[in-house]
């Protein structure tokens, strides 16, 4: 199975939602990683402020932290190589890489209505 | 009226925190409590968790991180924390390891974050967690005193039941807006066992200090019923300073004492409920171990301080920050401040002296507890002053509602659970806020915009550096609103912006408004004036209570003037309460 590994920017709250305006693409991102995780795909998130120790870690994320700074951030990994840079992956990249369909992202709650076409 | 406080003839918990807002005297009640219980035998501690504590100027001893002993008191310990220094050393502890590890630049994010409100919140609370939750403390002491309570935020993050289970036992959901709690996972039961202990009144008294006035009391009520929503019931009120008796030939006491008993006439409901006491207003300054004694043992004025006369101020009035703003244009102006120091009051005198002097001028103002519409009366407006008020819980439901609109689409329940959250943490009430500001300053294109209360710094720096990660994100989709982007650039800008610090001539106050212009300073906003509201010194009261007090204020003014403003002014006591625009107008006379 494919791995994705993505290295947030210092931040509060990984939902986006503290920032001077909500940014989409933060809480898109996030609640697309919630609903990979449930299906059991291997996605993982890593905070700067919450969780240094991982960009220690990763050689690859360090070498581009060292060469381009904070702004580099977010750093998105598949299979452990950068694939992106100060940007999150849009969700038909998610898709394509855990071969899924965009909308199983993006569960709605399903609703049941049942018609009764006899009558 | 109250009866006297006196903690020798009460029963007494444990632990008693003593919570109120700055300058209302919190640190005098919990150090005169811990002498007079002292005094009766019992082993005593006493903790300061303010960082512009005057714990040790009250003692007057040198005070650390560790119980000390006071040597002019047998059995009284006292020790000072401070919560900034303890948000600095997390801060350090979450940062320090990866010095070398990762670039400066990097790191420099990292303490940005960490550099807010909460941080030191959670910091402070930690400290005292210790204290409450430690069985040897309580073996060693009979009570333990804590100078300012946790506020009803941290306790009701610490209880976040999902927060803890949720972001601590998998990081990787990182669901709720917990910052600072995330590096604590150890210390999860140690927090249970010190918030378990605040609500269980057999052990804990959280006695709401406020003064005689309306500002204060209001701020004992919300306090009283957030405190007591997350469980902390067991409250008592202390009114601080109220003056005994008046001289009726002197117009300055009668009107002084006149206004208190009006104050207090119009205590809120709820807080009407609970349990009151009084310490009375005294001349002189209550510091030095006989003084605190005095508080409880005799009422008798100890006038020694009061025999000094003052020396001729020349400090110009409001009138000459009015004629500032207007000679430069200047198109916003902030009145900053603790509350109770009459920001309401200054702003709106400002307000009023600009557009007596023609400039058409909008006035609006955050305080829950000063209605403009009160200050001025209704039908008292004229054609070059409008006013409004931004409601920070009308601010804040609306920009819920906004967040969820915008970014709850396509999400499934849970997933929205989780974004409301989020929205549950404070950081959420200061960017609704400061939205709503960013719109009312815009209007300063077309007129001067007087705005009582401001962003915190916090808000302003964490604008600041998501705005840059905004720019650097190739695909920034967020839309930051114009008035927004401006606000910053606008409120960095002395030509456009005149910060006004309001205090008292009081320790507290003046100390607090120093850290506030620290924290603008970091967001790279000066202070142009400050303003010393309700000065006994400049009125020429005979009264020997309030002489005595007028003395004492002396090294305030000089610290004030001489030391942190670029330009101070002074306002008097005034006999009453100034409503309307005719009223506001004697303001700046």
């Known amino acids: ?119 | 009226m109250y009866s006297l406080f006196n903690p020798n003839q009460m029963a007494v918990t444990p632990f008693l925190f003593f919570t109120g807002k700055g300058g209302v005297g919190k640190t005098s009640t919990a150090c005169a409590t811990a002498v007079a219980l002292a005094d009766q035998g019992k082993k005593v501690l006493l903790v300061s968790t303010d960082p512009a504590s005057n714990l040790q100027d009250v003692l007057e001893v040198e005070l650390t991180n560790d119980p000390k002993s006071i040597p002019s008191v047998a059995n009284l310990s006292a020790c000072n924390i401070d919560p900034e220094q303890a948000a600095k050393a997390y801060k350090e502890s979450v940062v320090g390891p990866y010095r070398g590890k990762l670039p400066e630049a990097v790191l420099a994010t990292m303490e940005e974050q960490l550099s807010g409100a909460c941080t030191v919140e959670i910091a402070a609370f930690d400290e005292f967690s210790h204290l409450l939750a430690d069985e040897e403390i309580l073996a060693q002491y009979d009570h333990v005193l804590f100078d300012t309570a946790p506020t009803g935020h941290t306790l009701r993050l610490l209880q976040l039941p999902t927060a803890w289970s949720g972001f601590l036992e998998d990081s990787t959901h990182g669901a709720s807006c917990l910052g600072p709690l995330a590096g604590l996972e150890g210390k999860k039961a140690l927090y249970k066992k010190a918030v378990d202990s605040l609500s269980d009144g057999d052990k804990t008294t959280l006695v709401l200090v406020a003064r005689p006035d309306n500002s204060s009391l209001l701020e004992a009520d919300r306090a009283s019923f957030e405190l007591k929503e997350i469980g902390i019931k067991n409250q008592l009120l202390i009114v601080n300073g109220l003056l005994q008796s008046h001289q009726p030939e002197d117009a300055v006491s009668v009107a002084f004492y006149e206004r208190q008993r009006a104050a207090i006439e119009q205590t809120p409901e709820a807080l009407k409920q609970v349990m009151a006491y009084s310490l009375p207003y005294v001349s002189y300054s209550l510091t030095g171990v006989e003084n605190l004694r005095h508080l409880f043992s005799s009422y008798a004025i100890h006038s020694s301080e009061a025999e000094e006369t003052g020396e001729p101020l020349d400090l110009p009035g409001l009138n000459g920050v009015i004629d500032d703003f207007s000679e430069h244009n200047t198109r916003v102006i902030f009145t900053m401040g603790k509350g109770g120091v009459g920001k309401t009051s200054v702003a709106s005198a400002i307000a009023v002296g600009l557009s007596e002097k023609g400039h058409k001028v909008h006035l609006t103002t955050t305080d829950p507890a000063a209605h403009l519409a009160y200050t001025f009366g209704i039908s008292d407006l004229r054609d070059n002053l409008s006013i409004s008020s931004i409601n920070p819980e009308v601010e804040v439901a609306r920009y819920k509602e906004n967040v969820i609109e915008q970014a709850g689409s396509g999400m499934t329940e849970e997933e929205l659970a989780y974004l409301k959250e989020d929205l549950e943490s404070p950081c959420t009430e200061e960017i609704a806020l400061f939205q709503a500001f960013a719109k009312v300053v815009e209007k300063s294109e077309e007129e001067i915009v007087v705005i009582d209360t401001a962003p915190t710094g916090h808000t302003l720096l964490l604008l600041d550096s998501t705005e840059a990660y905004h720019k650097e994100m190739s695909r920034s989709t967020g839309d930051v609103p114009d008035s927004v982007k401006k606000l910053l650039p606008r409120l960095r800008n002395p030509k456009e912006t005149g910060v006004v610090i309001v205090t008292l001539a009081e320790a507290t106050p003046v100390l607090e408004a120093s850290r506030l212009e620290q924290d603008l300073k970091r967001a790279g906003i000066e202070a142009k004036w400050w303003v010393i509201n309700q000065s006994l010194y400049a009125t020429d009261t005979a009264d020997a209570v309030l002489k005595g007090r007028a003395i004492s204020e002396k090294k305030w003014i000089h610290k004030v003037e001489g030391e942190l403003a670029e330009k101070c002014a002074i306002i008097p006591w005034l006999e009453e309460e100034k409503i309307g625009y005719d009223q506001l107008k004697e303001f700046i006379s």
């Open chain 1, 1 to 119: 199975m494919k791995k994705v590994e993505i290295f947030d920017p210092a931040m509060c709250c990984s939902t986006g939602v503290c920032g001077p305006t909500v940014d989409p693409e933060l809480t898109r991102i996030a609640s697309a990683v919630y609903s990979l995780e449930k299906k059991g795909f291997a996605i993982s998130r890593h905070n700067l402020t919450d969780d240094p120790g991982a960009f220690v870690e990763n050689k690859k994320v360090n070498q581009v932290l060292v060469e381009k700074g904070p702004d580099a951030l977010p750093v998105v990994l598949l299979n452990g190589e950068v694939v992106k840079i100060a940007e999150y992956p849009t969700t038909e990249e998610l898709a394509e890489w855990f071969e899924a369909t965009p909308s199983e992202l993006q569960e709605k709650p399903r609703v049941r209505v049942s018609l009764n076409i006899n009558n």
